[in-house]
T-cell receptor, first 110, second 115 residues
Framework: KNEVEQSPQNLTAQEGEFITINCSYS?????LHWLQQHPGGGIVSLFM???GKKKHGRLIATINIQEKHSSLHITASHPRDSAVYIC????????????FGKGTLLTVNP | EPEVTQTPSHQVTQMGQEVILRCVPI?????FYWYRQILGQKVEFLVS????????KSEIFDDQFSVERPDGSNFTLKIRSTKLEDSAMYFC?????????????FGSGTRLTVV
């Protein structure tokens, strides 16, 4: 059974700071997802990664398959980045269903 | 137009009552899912659909739950005889081709409160 662990659980930053959120998982996967959940509850997919690195605007996601580890970076953080960031994995063969981490609550202060 | 439309956004029900949650995904999805998130906890998988059939159920998805596709376009999640511990956010989601790659899209969620 795959376990997905995230750190830190809570993160407070000042506007403009560089943010890193980490995710580790216990078994081989076919893809890892980074998701964003806003206070209203809705979940938005940010990245789906199976190897290497992806970038979208100020967000960068990396994955190291050998070490079973991924990071989400936010450059030049802004208060609107405040949200819960969730790491989730799927194992491909099992219907692509997601196994979720607990999430990291990010608060960016102006 | 949103790819996954979920209704209602909020539902309050008395313990023991039945509730039906609804979701309308875009038609060209590969997989369809129901997930739930109890307040303060991880999102958990409930059930998945592939080719109009249930492809996998979690151990949470017991006889209290049922899922249907009544008219070929929308999905319903029925929770019979609701309990206080069924209070949660319920999400439907699809795994589908988005532009040039596959990815996940979630509905906006139904916040169910059992009182």
């Amino acid at each position: 059974k795959n376990e997905v662990e995230q750190s830190p659980q809570n993160l407070t930053a000042q506007e403009g700071e560089f943010i890193t959120i980490n995710c580790s998982y216990s078994v081989g996967i076919s893809a890892l997802h980074w998701l964003q959940q806003h206070p209203g509850g809705g979940i938005v997919s940010l990245f789906m990664l199976s190897s290497g690195k992806k970038k979208h605007g100020r967000l960068i996601a990396t994955i190291n398959i050998q070490e079973k580890h991924s990071s989400l970076h936010i450059t030049a953080s802004h208060p609107r980045d405040s949200a819960v960031y969730i790491c989730a994995t799927n194992s491909g063969g099992s219907n692509y269903k997601l196994t979720f981490g607990k999430g990291t609550l990010l608060t960016v202060n102006p | 137009e949103p790819e996954v439309t979920q209704t209602p956004s909020h539902q309050v029900t008395q313990m023991g009552q039945e509730v039906i949650l609804r979701c309308v995904p875009i038609s060209n999805h590969l997989y369809f899912y129901w997930y739930r998130q109890i307040l303060g906890q991880k999102v958990e998988f409930l059930v998945s659909f592939y080719n109009n059939e249930i492809s996998e159920k979690s151990e949470i998805f017991d006889d209290q739950f049922s899922v249907e596709r009544p008219d070929g376009s929308n999905f319903t999640l029925k929770i019979r005889s609701t309990k206080l511990e069924d209070s949660a956010m319920y999400f439907c989601a699809i795994f589908a081709r988005v532009h040039s790659s596959y990815g996940y899209t979630f509905g906006s969620g139904t916040r169910l409160t059992v009182v």
